[in-house]
């Protein structure tokens, strides 16, 4: 089938922005605003609380969670929504932790995004039976999947460097090991093909405000294997995730569905705004988003290679190794992202010397990559990046 892309048109991108960091918080949906008041002035404003079963909130979670599967390679109902993604990380692995009671190890990498560790950290605490959290390199993981790990617990691709895990590969070596696997799609999620019901991993989690342009906060996912659904011991046992919240039971009895990962009351605006970011997904092959990110990846890297020499490339070389990011490392690497979002090219920068730059075919061309390597260059040759006022830090890089 096949579209052409980009689709510019379908999001609201400011005037003179170059935007390359659709990885880190996607942009504006154009129909987002519109569905929102929507649902703020009509649904909220007239319905009231009506509007739980008047306006389909109450299955909104689910609505969006089957779009969403749809898009992993996944079967309907077996993507559940809401919360943050650290809060997923969280149900994920204490579920896993459940299903492998004799063993006492959860292997993940040292590349990992810190709230995926910190999380990991914090159940090991709460448990306190003596968990132990492994991060070898990102390299060694295959060799470490070990007959001792419960879980093995890794994001596919890297936020710092955009390498990527084989998913198929080490969810099978975890399986032969007798491991559950978990994996974080945070930076796959609408930035490659991913075939969750192919990998056969048990969990999988993932945020919805990068790739998928959900809006800041908007609603994370997470797939449970269907086979494994009415086993999964859900650790935040919400009335939301009861077979029947409005029974109003003494006791918490699981809905027999990944419906039991849900905890409390929906985003409802979140939500909405997820809903309609979606529908810009429609009819999109990812097969040929791949091919489109590849294709401006390369370009940039070639571009910034020859007009940048002080920069060094910090993501594989190798397109297959990469996620629909790039990434180079350089000692002034704040200074200079500041400098180049003062100039209308917008990246973003991760410690110690990481500058990052995303690619997403929606609604990026091959133009916008040659304007932003023409000002990289500019930033970076002439020492723009010098000026004081491009080295004073904000809470949020
Ligand atoms: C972006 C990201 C997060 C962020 O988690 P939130 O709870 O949504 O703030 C966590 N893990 C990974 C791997 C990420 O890329």
């Known amino acids: 089938m096949g579209v052409t892309l980009p689709r510019k048109a379908l999001f609201d991108i400011p005037e003179g922005v170059i935007y390359l960091d659709g990885n880190s918080l996607g942009v504006l949906p154009r129909g987002a605003a519109a569905r929102v008041t929507e649902v703020i002035s009509q649904e909220w404003g007239q319905q009231l609380i009506r509007a739980w079963n008047t306006a389909g909130w109450m299955a909104l979670p689910q609505v969006v969670g089957d779009r969403l599967a749809a898009m992993l390679g ?31 190890v959860i292997l993940s990498d040292a590349g990992n995004f810190p709230s995926d560790l910190y999380m990991a950290e914090g159940l090991i605490g709460t448990i306190d039976k003596g968990y132990e959290l492994r991060t070898p390199a990102p390299e060694a993981v295959m060799g470490a999947i070990t007959e001792d790990v419960a879980a093995v617990m890794l994001t596919q691709v890297d936020y710092r460097s955009g390498r990527m895990h084989d998913m198929a590969a080490i969810t099978a070596r975890a399986h ?16 490659v093909p991913v075939d969750l019901a192919g990998s056969n991993a048990e969990f999988a989690i993932g945020c919805t405000y990068k790739y998928l342009n959900g809006g800041p906060g908007a609603p994370a996912f997470i797939y449970v ?13 919400g009335w939301l995730g009861h077979d029947a919240p409005f029974a109003m039971e003494r006791h918490y009895r699981p809905a027999m569905s990944t419906e039991r990962m849900r905890v409390g009351t929906p985003p409802i605006l979140q939500l909405a705004v997820l809903e309609e970011a979606l529908k810009v997904w429609d009819g999109v092959d990812m097969a040929d988003l791949r091919e489109a990110s590849v294709r401006l990846s390369e370009l940039f890297i070639a571009e910034v290679e020859a007009r940048c020499p002080q920069l ?31 100039r209308g090219v917008i990246g973003d920068f991760r410690a110690p010397d ?32 010098l000026d004081p006022k491009y080295q004073v830090k904000s809470r949020v890089t």
């Open 74 to 104: 996944a079967p309907a109902g077996s993507v559940a929504t809401g919360d943050t993604l650290s809060i997923k990380v969280y149900q994920a692995l204490a579920a896993a932790l459940k299903m492998r009671p004799e063993r006492r």
């Open 176 to 191: 032969e090991a007798g491991a559950v696997m978990i994996w974080d799609l945070a930076h796959s999620a609408g930035a």
């Open 225 to 237: 294997r269907p086979d494994l659904v009415d086993a999964v011991q859900p650790a935040l046992s």
């Open 312 to 342: 060094r490339l910090a993501s594989p070389r190798e397109s297959r190794m990469r996620g629909s990011q790039v990434s180079f490392a350089f000692e002034h690497g704040y200074a200079a992202m500041q400098a180049l979002i003062a």
């Open 354 to 385: 990481i500058m990052r730059f995303g690619f997403t075919p929606l609604y990026l061309d091959e133009a916008d990559v040659i304007s932003a390597a023409e000002v990289m260059e500019e930033v970076i040759g002439q020492g723009v990046y």
